[in-house]
T-cell receptor, first 111, second 114 residues
């Protein structure tokens, strides 16, 4: 079982719609969760971090965490063509000095 | 504030050669991590350094090694290159005392092994 699993996509959404990305993780003791965005040919950049159960909103982005279900998600509201990228879910296992990344979900926003 | 700087940006090597990649973290960041990214495997953790000490190592063969200097700059070395080592190698630095919190990535070094 992979440590972090994401919907492989690709996910295509019309401009203005909500894009929903899902991620599950295997280590129940994990405490830190991140979403990175990676444009084609570029390096990953952090867009959201979440540590507690519930929702965390930042502009058009909302991260949701459910530790009981070992599930973290990212919602992109009012999707724009500039949101077209690969979104990487990352989890830090307990007592570990690394981040485990999912394979990423590629999002395409259609104008 | 300057970001994470990686050099060189591109490298072409042949099998059996060795290569050294360099990373300068954001000023004040003491944790440096290295990742390998390939289309098939995604981002794979190589190792992490903090104050010149390797704190964690991923599941890569011993041909992959690294070090960190007193100014937090880091180098990664791959010896006896294989075709499968072709990948984007990303360095990331972190301010947090807990390693790998809020990583900031460099632009990467694209290594091609022929």
């Amino acid at each position: 079982q992979k440590e972090v699993e994401q919907n492989s996509g690709p996910l295509s959404v019309p401009e203005g719609a909500i894009a929903s990305l899902n991620c599950t993780y295997s280590d129940r003791g994990s405490q830190s969760f991140f979403w990175y965005r990676q444009y084609s040919g570029k390096s990953p950049e952090l867009i959201m971090s979440i540590y507690s159960n519930g929702d965390k909103e930042d502009g058009r982005f909302t991260a949701q965490l459910n530790k009981a279900s070992q599930y973290v998600s990212l919602l992109i509201r009012d999707s724009q063509p500039s949101d077209s990228a690969t979104y990487l879910c990352a989890v830090r296992p307990p007592d570990d000095y690394k981040l485990s990344f999912g394979a990423g979900t590629t999002v395409t926003v259609r104008a | 504030k300057a970001g994470v700087t990686q050099t060189p940006r591109y490298l072409i090597k042949t099998r059996g050669q060795q290569v050294t990649l360099s990373c300068s973290p954001i000023s004040g960041h003491r944790s440096v991590s290295w990742y390998q990214q390939t289309p098939g495997q995604g981002l794979q953790f190589l190792f992490e350094y903090f104050s010149e000490t390797q704190r964690n190592k991923g599941n890569f063969p011993g041909r992959f090694s690294g070090r960190q200097f007193s100014n937090s700059r880091s180098e990664m070395n791959v010896s006896t290159l294989e075709l499968g080592d072709s990948a984007l190698y990303l360095c990331a630095s972190s301010l947090s005392i807990v390693a790998n919190e809020k990583l900031f990535f460099g632009s990467g070094t694209q290594l091609s092994v022929l």
